[in-house]
Each structure stands twice: as structure tokens, then as C-alpha cells.
């Protein structure tokens, strides 16, 4: 889930040598040390940040995770941090603009790192409703067809597809004013109401990508920034009874977009 990941993303190690495997308790903290613990993170658990801010980058962090799972180590090499202030959940409309007014400022300068996190293709896939339905006309995927949905709306479990919202643990159930996710998954109707507002999610937050793209552009150095699109983690979307979420160090979970464009990188897809 999202705090490994991201540990492990900064860090290039997984949460086999850091400790972090959770979100909570002691299992979210990066490993005590003792004697091998130097004055920094600057032994095995020196972040990417941390490198590029010690090689002379202007470092900067928009985001806001770190007050969300109470995460120091994610910040660790960030000159400056923005918490865009709304625990988690805010949409890009949001977030974007902080990242905008950045660029705005540093965009035209050498050696700079930018780190901006969206939430949108996350659960509860809120896209405003002005956005429109962009794949009302799209097949959704014929799994799971209408037998398999019946098989899980009988089982139990969070996120399964009788209990969308991880009703069985608040004890609210369904979700008030997210008008593109359905209450629970009983049918193939349900399934492609669902499934269009996680694909609306990412689309939403593409534009915003975009955006930010398009402000390289005008600051005149779209063409020699390195620009990287990955997540944290994927989305189960029926597999092993899971709608939405991302519990366990599934297939499905970890498949994860990576996507590298600018200098030196060539066109085409590594399957290493």
C-alpha cells in the first residue's frame, strides 16, 4: 500500500531492509539503527531527493501525503514541502495549481526536481460531475461477467463487492455524495458504473498532467526535462473479490504505469 511503496520509491529499497510495511505502528517507521545510524539519512536509507538536493537540485515536494500517514522519511531531501490540505482526498483541481505556481517560479532555472502526487484514480473516484462521462460509449472489460459478480456479492470482505465502501469497519456504508460509484457491485450495471469512474479518475487527473506538461512547454524546457509518470500502487477491480482497493502484494496491485519521457530516453516498451 501507499506508504511502503513510497518508501520504497524514494528509497530504492524495499520494506524487506527498511522496515516499513504498514501504514501504522511501529511497522511504518523506517528501522532503528543504533551504532550504524550516521547524523541523516545519508547510509542505506539515503532517498533520491536527498542525492539530488547533495548534487546542487532545488528540491520540492507537492503533496499531501506526509501529513496523511505521518510519514518524515518521505520528505527527507525536499527543500520545500506543500501540503495541499486536504488529508488525502483532494482532487486535482486542487493540487495542481500549487505545482503550477512552482513552475511558474523555477521552471526556466537548471537542475530542479519536482515531486507532485494526485489522488484522483484512487477510491472514491469523485471526478466533478462537469467533467462529463468520457467513457459513456467504451466497453467496459467483460470480466468479471455477470456470474463472477454473483459468486463475490455472496462472499464477504473490505472493498468486496457487498461492502464497496469498507462499510463492515466504519459501520457507514455507502458513500454520500460520490454520485459515480455505486453502493455495491450486484450486477454487470453496477460493475460498469463503477469502472467508468476509475477510468474518468485517471483521465481527469491526465489532464492535469498534461497541464504541467504544457507549462514546460512554455517555459521552453518541455524538451531536456526528464518527466516521470509512476503510483504507488495499483487498483484491484474485482480480483480476488477486491473493487477498489489495494491490500496485499497481489499481481494486480503491483502493476503499476511507469512512464519515462525526455533525454536519452528512447521510444518503446521494456517488459524486463
Not at 8 to 26: D, K, M, P, Q, W
Not at 165 to 193: C, S
Amino acid at each position: 500500500p501507499c506508504l511502503p511503496s513510497r518508501t520504497a520509491l524514494f528509497t530504492s529499497r524495499f520494506g524487506f531492509h527498511t522496515g516499513v510495511v504498514n501504514h501504522s505502528g511501529v511497522n511504518a517507521d523506517i528501522r532503528h539503527r543504533g551504532g550504524r545510524r550516521e547524523t541523516g539519512t545519508r547510509d542505506e536509507y539515503a532517498t533520491l531527493p536527498g542525492a539530488l538536493l547533495e548534487a546542487g537540485y532545488r528540491t520540492a515536494f507537492v503533496s499531501p501525503f506526509p501529513q496523511r500517514h505521518g510519514a518524515f522519511h518521505v520528505l527527507d531531501g525536499f527543500e520545500t514541502w506543500q501540503d495541499t490540505g486536504g488529508g488525502g482526498t483532494e482532487r486535482a483541481e486542487v493540487v495542481s495549481p500549487h505545482a503550477e505556481r512552482w513552475l511558474d517560479d523555477h521552471a526556466g532555472e537548471e537542475d530542479w526536481f519536482l515531486h507532485v502526487n494526485f489522488w484522483d484514480p484512487h477510491t472514491h473516484y469523485d471526478t466533478p460531475e462537469s467533467y462529463g462521462d468520457p467513457f459513456a460509449d467504451e466497453p467496459a472489460p467483460e470480466w468479471p461477467d455477470e456470474a463472477t459478480i454473483r459468486e463475490h456479492y455472496e462472499s464477504y470482505g473490505p472493498h468486496s463487492a457487498h461492502d464497496l465502501h469498507h462499510g463492515y469497519l466504519t459501520g457507514e456504508g455507502a458513500v454520500e455524495g460520490v454520485p459515480r460509484v455505486p453502493d455495491e457491485i450486484a450486477g454487470r450495471e453496477e460493475f460498469v458504473q463503477w469502472i467508468n469512474g476509475y477510468d474518468t479518475g485517471i483521465s481527469y487527473m491526465d489532464a492535469y498532467v498534461g497541464r504541467l506538461l504544457e507549462q514546460l512547454e512554455a517555459a521552453g524546457v518541455f524538451e531536456e526535462t526528464l518527466v516521470v509518470v509512476s503510483a504507488d500502487h495499483g487498483e484491484n477491480q474485482g480480483e480476488l473479490n477486491v473493487y477498489g482497493d489495494h491490500q496485499t502484494a497481489d499481481e494486480y496491485t503491483c502493476n503499476v504505469p511507469l512512464l519515462v519521457r525526455g533525454p536519452g530516453v528512447e521510444t518503446g516498451v521494456d517488459r524486463g
